[in-house]
């Protein structure tokens, strides 16, 4: 099954490193933190989960380039049931994009709008599958003092404690399992590939003079 919507959905033929495992441990209803390196397909690991489950997926991103990106990915892909809001909007596509919420199936918001207690109430009732927390390992650099709005993400995964919570981030601390833990008092099944890319490699050169440089 995960198989065939990766080929007829996505058009892949084959999981990349960590993707399936993520998928899988999703699928079987564990809060999972998967960390894989940038550029591996991340955004997968919770879109074939949503269109499995058939229910809504809420994603919190701190980055507006970001949930654009995904959000335009989607649409190329024909998903037409997605929905955005942070900050980089003007005041007429918010109004516009909250009255999609209740129809979305990808609803992408910023941790600040959804923590102001007039904008929560807009998706408290809705009933999401899923609770994505992308670029996780900011719950922890930037939760208490850059962003303190982060530090109450914990607030949102136990209003919606029916909801499986997927963290994803390229950068694993030492600390980030124990931060999320803490924060979201809920514990994580730790999926992780290797962040070596064999296609990169470095050299350290001594050179005499700065003619060898040049050659």
């Given at each position: ?39 591996s ?26 949930m ?5 990915q ?54 999401f ?9 900011c ?57 070596n ?19």
């Amino acid at each position: 099954m995960l198989h065939d919507i990766l080929r007829n959905k996505f058009g892949f033929e084959s999981f990349k490193p960590g993707q399936q495992e993520i998928i899988e441990s999703i699928m079987s209803q564990q809060h999972t933190l998967g960390i894989l390196p940038t550029g591996s397909g991340k955004s997968l690991c919770y879109q074939i989960p949503t269109y499995l489950s058939g229910k809504p997926t809420l994603i919190i991103s701190p980055l507006i380039s970001l949930m654009d990106d995904q959000v335009m990915q989607l649409k190329i892909n024909g998903e037409k049931r997605v929905t955005c809001i942070h900050s980089g909007m003007d005041e007429i596509e918010k109004k516009h994009n909250i009255k999609c919420l209740r129809h979305s199936r990808f609803i992408f918001l910023s941790p600040e709008f959804l923590l102001q207690p007039s904008n929560f109430k807009l998706i408290s009732m809705i009933d999401f599958g899923m609770i994505v927390l992308d670029e996780a390992h900011c719950l922890s650099e930037w939760g208490y003092d850059f962003r303190p709005h982060y530090a109450l993400i914990g607030k949102v995964t136990k209003h919606f404690k029916e909801a499986v919570v997927l963290a994803l981030t390229a950068t694993a601390p030492p600390h980030l399992q124990d931060d999320l833990t803490e924060m979201l008092a809920i514990q994580f099944n730790v999926i992780k590939t290797t962040m070596n890319r064999p296609n990169i490699s470095f050299k350290h050169l001594n050179f005499h003079d700065d003619e060898d440089k040049i050659e």
